[in-house]
């Protein structure tokens, strides 16, 4: 079964530092994708990033960078210079590839609660 | 692209009443929606699989009958809480997914918040 672990349940850091948040996976497809959502307080799920399993290279998106490591099972996300405004919830997600119904669902972390201190 | 809403944003309702919560995807069509319900502090529990023109797929342990979803057109599920009591209370997430799009993306909207008196 699909599994997903944050083990940062909440980080709290002062602005401008760097922060990464941890994301750990198990499944036994060798075809599947993560992802990174964003959850502010207003509680609307942002899309971030999806990552398939036959793609390790690393990327980033302005302050935001993304780690891949196949060989740990881990997909962590690093913010650059933080900013208040990235006060959120990070979840990490795994796509499940059993389809039922038609569909891939999601399986979620447990989240990580971030709060850029000014 | 690929905005998705939710209405209402938020509803209070008395113990014993049926409360209907839309899904719609704005800029395309979704035939298959999801719906979440997350408690404070804690992540996202996936509900059912809603899928347009069949019944949804509900996950284990989530009642079927107090939980009624219909997803009658490739924009729109909706989810009624049938006879709402105080443990209803939750967060209420809806998504959709760009069908073709591989990797299972899944948009969110914004979330319903329930509260039941």
């Known amino acids: 079964a699909q599994k997903v672990t944050q083990a940062q349940t909440e980080i709290s850091v002062v602005e401008k530092e760097d922060v990464t948040l941890d994301c750990v996976y198990e499944?036994?497809?060798?075809?599947?994708?993560l992802f990174w959502y964003k959850q502010p307080p207003s509680g609307e799920l942002v899309f971030l990033i999806r990552?398939?399993?036959?793609?390790?290279q690393n990327e980033i998106s302005g302050r935001y960078s993304w780690n891949f490591q196949k060989s740990t099972s881990s997909f962590n996300f690093t913010i650059t210079a933080s900013q208040v405004v990235d006060s959120a919830v990070y979840f990490c997600?795994?796509?499940?590839?059993?389809?039922?119904?038609?569909?891939?669902?999601?399986?979620f972390g447990q989240g990580t609660r971030l709060t850029i201190n000014p | 692209g690929a905005v998705v809403s939710q209405h209402p944003s938020w509803v209070i309702c008395k113990s014993g009443t049926s409360v209907k919560i839309e899904c719609r995807s704005l800029d395309f069509q979704a035939t298959t929606m999801f719906w979440y319900r997350q408690f404070p502090k804690q992540s996202l529990m996936l509900m059912a699989t809603?899928?347009?023109?069949?019944?949804?797929?509900?996950e284990q342990g989530v009642e079927k009958d107090k939980f009624l979803i219909n997803h009658a057109s490739l924009t729109l599920s909706t989810l009624t809480v049938t006879s709402a009591h105080p443990e209803d209370s939750s967060f209420y997430i809806c998504?959709?997914?760009?069908?073709?799009?591989?990797?299972?993306?899944?948009?969110f909207g914004p979330g319903t918040r329930l509260t039941v008196l």
């Open positions: 998504s959709a997914r760009i069908p073709g799009s591989g990797g299972g993306t899944q948009y």
């Open positions: 809603s899928n347009e023109g069949s019944k949804a797929t509900y």
């Open positions: 997600a795994l796509s499940d590839l059993v389809v039922a119904g038609g569909a891939q669902k999601l399986v």
């Open positions: 499944t036994r497809d060798t075809t599947y994708y």
């Open positions: 990552r398939n399993s036959f793609d390790e």
